[in-house]
């Protein structure tokens, strides 16, 4: 059991150019997240899903899309990299259901983004 | 909209002593969860602790324990007997509710906590 994993752990792009980032989990969760971290900031949403085949924005959804053909992985594409997209990008999903303190979002370790 | 706040970015703990982490939040919703998570420098993001709204006890995890003011609106963090290993980044969040952007958590700014030895 994995829980929430992520690809590439670091990436660098040149001003332009495109991307994917993978987010997995193991768990069976319907909900899944993505944030940005800026520094000396707290996590914003970019995007969620709230189940299979279903997407939509969050706080700062400009200049990402993103695709949950799979239940288990939500992917983040950045079509036109630009420099103000330099952060580092979570991942996190969490269930609906089970009790009502099954509230909890579990995070992926993170994609370190340089965009030059 | 609700706003998370954190008014100390810094603070420092001597090893075995104790220290209170400041969290002050806005909402006109009156069933939500908060939340204290750690990042140390790897960067994950690891729970710490959870209150629900509806619940009146203060959670507690082992050294870790919360003061909920609900009527305050407030939620600040007390790490017990404080260790090298707890040194990291502490951020509060709010949970808004499943019909509000997917249940989406809102951080606060963070504060940078220091052990010392």
């Known amino acids: 059991n994995a829980g929430v994993t992520q690809t590439p752990k670091f990436r660098v792009l040149k001003t332009g150019q495109s991307m994917t980032l993978l987010c997995a989990q193991d768990m069976n969760h319907e909900y899944m997240y993505w944030y940005r971290q800026d520094p000396g900031m707290g996590l914003r949403l970019i995007h969620y899903?709230?189940?299979?085949?279903?997407?939509a924005k969050g706080e700062v959804p400009d200049g990402y899309n993103v695709s949950r053909l799979k239940k288990q992985n939500f992917l983040l594409g950045l079509e036109s990299a630009a420099p103000s997209q330099t952060s580092v990008y979570f991942c996190?999903?969490?269930?609906?259901?089970?009790?009502?303190?099954?509230?909890?979002?579990?995070f992926g370790p993170g994609t370190r983004l340089l965009v030059l | 909209a609700q706003t998370v706040t954190q008014s100390q970015p810094e603070m420092s703990v001597q090893e075995a002593e104790t220290v209170t982490l400041s969290c002050t939040y806005d909402?006109?919703?009156?069933?939500?969860?908060l939340f204290w998570y750690k990042q140390p420098p790897s960067r994950q993001m690891i729970l710490v602790i959870r209150?629900?709204?509806?619940?009146?006890q203060n959670a507690t995890e082992n050294r870790f324990s919360v003061n909920f003011q609900k009527a305050a609106k407030s939620f600040s963090l007390k790490i017990s007997d404080s260790q090298l290993g707890d040194a990291a980044m502490y951020f509060c969040a709010y949970r808004n509710p499943i019909y509000n952007q997917g249940g989406k958590l809102i951080f606060g700014q963070g504060t940078e906590l220091s052990v010392k030895p």
């Open positions: 909402t006109s919703e009156s069933d939500y969860y």
């Open positions: 899903s709230v189940g299979e085949g279903t997407t």
């Open positions: 209150q629900e709204a509806y619940k009146q």
């Open positions: 996190a999903s969490r269930t609906s259901r089970g009790p009502r303190g099954q509230e909890t979002q579990y």
